[in-house]
């Protein structure tokens, strides 16, 4: 879909406040979109005193919000923190039908218990992020179900196959043979038809919702709206720093789980992808992180940053104490000898058999070696010997040692 150019509204001056509003909301972000069209809806909303309405959508697909949701989570409160209402969308009608965003082929609707059972955890977690007490939650049930027949034709009439196949994956999906159902073409429509409902001013997504925010743009142009504007979020990158981060992936940090285990998993990213969680997710301002990525060229270790990091998001979530306990415990797990500087990595297939996991992660050269190092001591996790050659590993972030000198700290996934 093609971004059009900015409509002719009443030019504002452009004013320090809004500037600086601005400038908050274009940190960490992929694309504001039209930004000249939202610097007029902020100093309009400045002038009158009238919030604007912003909004952002999440179908409950899975009971539990990951720290990836929050990179947008986060984008949120700065903005309802300059006063403006935020509305927290909860997809229950949108999840009967399934986002086809970002996939190869059709996704299964979830069942109405399925999607009732994960929304009630939903709004509680996303509050450890928002502000509860001016936060306006909503269903997209509320309007989409009166729809009926007869007004979910006319709304697909407002729309054709034509633009509905100018998304990438549905293009991608057409042209090399893969089945696409018709509910599917539904699921950007109802979207789209939330935000003439909820007359919303600006929709905040991740990168793969850009064509959906834009046919809520559309459909508010055809209902007499002024249309939205649109801010996109970079998707967070797993553990592994390849996928994003998801749930079926295992390689997601839950906003909910317990502060040690949040800790272990933050303290097992890379060097690398922990400038990309520093800008995403930590509230510290980019002269700060800019001067940290300083002082690691300059020698400083970068495991002292990554403590810093971890610590600050499992305070966030918990308390500054519980993020003191939580270091205090990582480090009591990583005593024996263990190098601060030791390999990092993520394996896939959990449960995974320890000869596996030791043979996967380059510490012995066979399976056969593993179980040797085993049946003389000398194999650790998290510092307790191993005596079981028939061991299986769940999901989780290990420090595994082979001997003396071999380690590594090894996230495994399923």
């Not at 949108?94 to 955890?121: F, H, M, V, Y």
């Not at 599917?184 to 925010?213: C, H, I, R, W």
């Not at 834009?214 to 390849?242: A, F, H, N, S």
């Not at 390689?251 to 097992?268: A, W």
Request: net charge neutral; with cysteine; glycine share 8%.
């Amino acid at each position: 879909m093609s971004t059009e150019s900015s409509v002719a509204v009443p030019s504002l001056p452009i004013t320090d406040e809004v500037r600086a509003a601005l400038t908050i909301a274009r940190r960490g972000c992929d694309e504001l979109l039209i930004e000249d069209e939202f610097a007029q809806k902020l100093a309009r909303s400045a002038q009158t005193g009238k919030p604007l309405r912003i909004k952002l959508g999440l179908d409950p697909t899975a009971p539990d919000i990951h720290i990836g949701h929050t990179v947008v989570l986060n984008k949120m409160r700065q903005l309802q923190d300059l006063g403006h209402t935020v509305i927290f969308l909860i997809g229950d009608f949108t999840s009967l039908i399934g986002d086809p965003s970002g996939r190869n082929q059709t996704r299964p609707p979830l069942t109405r218990e399925q999607i009732e059972a994960n929304a009630k955890t939903y709004f509680e977690q996303a509050a450890l992020v928002l502000d509860r007490e001016k936060t306006e939650i909503r269903y997209n049930s509320e309007w989409s179900m009166p729809l009926g027949a007869d007004g979910m034709i006319k709304l697909a009439s407002r729309y054709t196959v034509a633009r509905m196949l100018e998304r990438d994956d549905f293009t991608k999906r057409f042209q090399s043979g893969v089945p696409i159902s018709i509910h599917e073409f539904l699921y950007p429509l109802m979207q789209g038809y939330d935000s003439v409902a909820l007359q919303s001013d600006l929709e905040l997504g991740g990168t793969d919702q850009k064509f959906n925010l834009l046919v809520g743009r559309e459909l508010q142009k055809q209902y007499g709206q002024e249309p939205q504007c649109i801010l996109t979020m970079p998707l967070l990158e797993g553990l592994d720093g390849v996928d994003k981060m998801s749930k079926s992936k295992n390689n997601y940090v839950g906003i909910s789980e317990k502060p040690s285990d949040m800790f272990g998993k933050l303290m097992s990213i890379s060097d690398m992808l922990m400038w990309r969680y520093f800008e995403l997710l930590s509230f510290r301002s980019l002269e700060e992180i800019a001067d940290f990525k300083r002082q690691v060229q300059a020698g400083r270790n970068p495991r002292e940053l990554k403590v810093l990091l971890a610590q600050e998001i499992v305070a966030r979530f918990h308390s500054q104490t519980e993020a003191q306990r939580a270091l205090e415990d990582f480090n009591h797990r990583a005593k024996g000898g263990v190098p601060d500087d030791i390999p990092e990595m993520a394996l896939s297939g959990a449960p995974l058999p320890i000869g596996q996991l030791l043979k996967q992660a380059g510490l012995v050269p066979s399976t056969s070696e593993a179980w040797r190092n085993i049946e003389q001591s000398g194999v650790k996790i998290d510092g307790t010997t191993i005596t079981d050659k028939g061991l299986k590993l769940d999901a989780g972030v290990y420090v595994v040692q082979v001997g003396k000198r071999r380690f590594a700290r090894v996230t495994l996934c399923a």
